[in-house]
């Protein structure tokens, strides 16, 4: 069964670090998503990115982020200058999109973010 | 989106049918209910969802009232590897219809 990919498992970084997370979607998604959850916490949505843009993003995902499709299978997070509240472990997702579809979405393993 | 109401925690012997209930008092009539699990710390699973009528899969059945504002996702037989935290999300389709907001759900706690 096809399932959405992460890489890193775990990352630990530095204060003021860049972090790149990864992701491969399901290869015939269209939308792209990336979540997060500080431990004890709810999931909470970051970003939705579709046709090679931003379609939607929270109050939570500002300047520091960014994502990117490089190359037509990998999806990135990037956070520019880590602080330690991004802590948390980020979740890629993806879905069909297409209209009159069941709006399901396919979330990967996460990779968990540790700041210190 | 609309609010939904879910009991923090709830306990069910293994072999057991769960139910977790579910209130969405607010629901416009374009918005499906959906269910989605997360065990541990992984990522949100898909399990069910529905419009209006009963949905029955693999994982479980979707019951849901007719004046739709509450919902009950019934596991029929509940193993221990079914703990996890349950969340009803209810969601339009439409432009951005994927978007979901997951609330603290229902913590199942299955037991031997």
């Known amino acids: 069964e096809p399932e959405v990919t992460q890489t890193p498992s775990h990352q630990v970084t530095q204060m003021g670090q860049e972090v790149i997370l990864r992701c491969v979607p399901i290869?015939?998604?269209?939308?792209f998503y990336w979540y997060r959850q500080i431990l004890g916490q709810k999931v909470e949505f970051l970003v939705s990115?579709?046709?090679?843009?931003?379609?939607?993003k929270s109050e939570i995902f500002d300047d520091q982020f960014s994502v990117e499709r490089p190359d037509g299978s990998n999806f990135t997070l990037k956070i520019r200058s880590t602080k330690l509240e991004d802590s948390a472990m980020y979740f890629c997702?993806?879905?069909?999109?297409?209209?009159?579809?069941?709006?399901?979405?396919?979330f990967g393993e996460g990779s968990r973010l540790t700041v210190l | 989106d609309a609010k939904t109401t879910q009991p923090t925690s709830m306990d069910c012997a293994e072999g057991r049918a769960a139910n977790l209930p579910c209130n969405h008092s607010?629901?416009?009539?374009?918005?499906?209910v959906y269910w989605y699990r997360q065990i541990h710390s992984q990522g949100p699973q898909y399990i069910i969802h529905?419009?209006?009528n009963n949905e029955t899969n693999e994982m479980a059945s979707l019951i849901i009232t007719e004046d739709r504002k509450s919902s009950t996702l019934i596991l029929p037989h509940a193993t221990l590897r079914d703990t996890a935290v349950y969340y009803c999300?209810?969601?339009?389709?439409?432009?951005?219809?994927?978007?979901?907001?997951f609330g603290s759900g229902t913590k199942l706690n299955v037991k031997p």
């Open positions: 997702a993806s879905s069909t999109g297409l209209a009159g579809g069941t709006g399901e979405l396919f």
């Open positions: 290869s015939n998604h269209l939308y």
């Open positions: 990115f579709y046709n090679n843009e931003i379609s939607e």
């Open positions: 607010t629901i416009s009539g374009n918005e499906y």
């Open positions: 529905g419009l209006k």
């Open positions: 999300i209810v969601r339009a389709l439409g432009y951005n219809f994927n978007k979901f907001y």
